[in-house]
T-cell receptor, first 115, second 112 residues
Framework: EPEVTQTPSHQVTQMGQEVILRCVPISNHLYFYWYRQILGQKVEFLVSFYNNEISEKSEIFDDQFSVERPDGSNFTLKIRSTKLEDSAMYFC?????????????FGPGTRLTVL | SQQGEEDPQALSIQEGENATMNCSYKTSINNLQWYRQNSGRGLVHLILIRSNEREKHSGRLRVTLDTSKKSSSLLITASRAADTASYFCATDPTGANSKLTFGKGITLSVRP
């Protein structure tokens, strides 16, 4: 069964460093998302992406964050200058469509630890 | 209450019993989805119910949706120890560009 994959599974970085989190969405999916979950808290939406553009972004997704689909398979989330509060589990998700067809499948996550 | 709020917060049952988890939300939705998360792991998609659907089944899972009450329930029948996990409802609000809003989750413990 096709699934969303994410690398790395765990990333440790120093405050102020740049990190890139990578995702390979399900191959026939057109819509891509990033969410994060701070330990013990809710899963929070960060950004959605379709047709090489950001569709929607949350207040969390400030200028320090960017997303890219550099080729036909990868979808990346870059954090330019990490802060302690960026420590969280980051989930990538993808879906075939939107609205009633917005069944979002999530990857296993990347645990980001900022020291 | 917030969008996508589950109750109870924690549920402990014996293997073989049924588990019922509830979710309430505030705005109109395109669909509502239930996910399972084992400790520290990824989110596993369980089931999606559209706003024009009232009930849906998948294996031992039964989901209902009452849009007039803005609530949903997830029933797991004949529970197993392997069902022990956190369960989340996520709503796709109308006009929100497919941005899912998650609740805090329900911790289900199934005792063998």
């Amino acid at each position: 069964e096709p699934e969303v994959t994410q690398t790395p599974s765990h990333q440790v970085t120093q405050m102020g460093q740049e990190v890139i989190l990578r995702c390979v969405p399900i191959s026939n999916h057109l819509y891509f998302y990033w969410y994060r979950q701070i330990l013990g808290q809710k899963v929070e939406f960060l950004v959605s992406f379709y047709n090489n553009e950001i569709s929607e972004k949350s207040e969390i997704f400030d200028d320090q964050f960017s997303v890219e689909r550099p080729d036909g398979s990868n979808f990346t989330l870059k954090i330019r200058s990490t802060k302690l509060e960026d420590s969280a589990m980051y989930f990538c998700a993808s879906s075939v469509g939107t609205d009633s067809y917005n069944e979002q499948f999530f990857g296993p996550g990347t645990r980001l630890t900022v020291l | 209450s917030q969008q996508g709020e589950e109750d109870p917060q924690a549920l402990s049952i014996q293997e073989g019993e049924n588990a019922t988890m509830n979710c309430s939300y505030k705005t109109s939705i395109n669909n509502l989805q239930w996910y399972r998360q084992n400790s520290g792991r990824g989110l596993v998609h369980l089931i999606l119910i559209r706003s024009n659907e009232r009930e849906k089944h998948s294996g031992r899972l039964r989901v209902t949706l009452d849009t007039s009450k803005k609530s949903s329930s997830l029933l797991i029948t004949a529970s197993r120890a392997a069902d022990t996990a956190s369960y989340f409802c996520a709503t796709d609000p109308t006009g929100a560009n497919s941005k899912l809003t998650f609740g805090k989750g329900i911790t289900l413990s199934v005792r063998p």
